[in-house]
C-alpha cells in the first residue's frame, strides 16, 4: 500500500481567489494522479502528473484552470484557480506503486466548498 | 475507450442477507477490474482486483468478485451484509490495449444496510 497525505483536508474558499492543494506520498512514485468526485459523483480524472514532465490532462480540463506542479517524486501540488461554485467538490491525489498490478491508492481526498 | 456501468446507484439490503452490486464494462480487450470502497469523509480504499489468472477474485471483508469474459461483467458479492458495509462502492477498469494507467470508475453505489 501507500501512505498518502492531502492538505487541506478541506477549505472554504470565496469565489474568484486560487487554492492550492499538496500531496505528499511515504515513498517514490512515477506517476500520480489528480481526481475530481463532484458532490454525489463518482470520480473524473483530471490529470496524470509525471515528475520532471508537462502534466497530462483529460478532456475538459485546462491548465490554466487545474495547474499542476510535480517537483519530485514523493509530492505534487494542484491548484484549482479563479475558483467558483462549480468548483466544490472532493480533490483527490492516487498514485500506483508496486509494479503494473494497476491499483491505484487514495488519498483521504480534500474537500473544497466555494462560497 | 474502456467504459463502466453501475446499475443501481442505491442498495438496501437488510443486515446479514445477501449483497450484490452490479458492474459491467466496455473494453475491446480484458481489462484489470476493481472494487473500491468509500467510507463517508474518507478517501476510497482497494476491496478487490481481477488482473489475470483465477476468475473469482476475493478481497477485504469477505467481499469477493467474478470476472465473467462472456457477460463483460465483474459483479460483487457478500454472503451475509453487515451494518458496517454501508458505504458507497465504485466499479473501476484499466484497460490494457492503451498506454493509460489511471482507472476509470462507475458512478458508484450506495449500499445501506437495515437492521
Known amino acids: 500500500s501507500a501512505v498518502i497525505s492531502q492538505k487541506p483536508s478541506r477549505d472554504i474558499c470565496q469565489r474568484g481567489t486560487s487554492l492550492t492543494i499538496q500531496c505528499q506520498v511515504d515513498?517514490?512514485?512515477?506517476?500520480m494522479f489528480w481526481y475530481r468526485q463532484q458532490p454525489g459523483q463518482s470520480l473524473t480524472l483530471i490529470a496524470t502528473?509525471?515528475?520532471?514532465?508537462?502534466?497530462?490532462?483529460e478532456s475538459g480540463f485546462v491548465i490554466d484552470k487545474f495547474p499542476i506542479s510535480r517537483p519530485n517524486l514523493t509530492f505534487s501540488t494542484l491548484t484549482v484557480s479563479n475558483m467558483s461554485p462549480e468548483d466544490s467538490s472532493i480533490y483527490l491525489c492516487?498514485?500506483?506503486?508496486?509494479?503494473?498490478?494497476?491499483?491505484?491508492?487514495f488519498g483521504e481526498g480534500s474537500r473544497l466548498t466555494v462560497l | 475507450a474502456q467504459s463502466v456501468t453501475q446499475l443501481g446507484s442505491h442498495v438496501s439490503v437488510s443486515e446479514g442477507a445477501l449483497v450484490l452490486l452490479r458492474c459491467n464494462y466496455s473494453?475491446?480487450?480484458?481489462?484489470?477490474l476493481f472494487w473500491y470502497v468509500q467510507y463517508p469523509n474518507q478517501g476510497l480504499q482497494l476491496l478487490l482486483k481481477?488482473?489475470?489468472?483465477?476468475?473469482l477474485v476475493k478481497g477485504i471483508n469477505g467481499f469477493e468478485a467474478e470476472f465473467k469474459k462472456s457477460e463483460t461483467s465483474f459483479h460483487l458479492t457478500k454472503p451475509s451484509a453487515h451494518m458496517s458495509d454501508a458505504a458507497e462502492y465504485f466499479c473501476a477498469v484499466r484497460s490494457m490495449d492503451t498506454g493509460r494507467r489511471a482507472l476509470t470508475f462507475g458512478s458508484g453505489t450506495r449500499l445501506q444496510v437495515q437492521p
Open positions: 492516487s498514485v500506483r506503486r508496486g509494479g503494473d498490478t494497476g491499483e491505484l491508492f
Open positions: 481481477y488482473t489475470t489468472g483465477a476468475t
Open positions: 515513498s517514490q512514485v512515477t506517476m
Open positions: 502528473a509525471n515528475q520532471g514532465s508537462e502534466a497530462t490532462y
Open positions: 473494453s475491446s480487450v480484458p481489462p484489470y
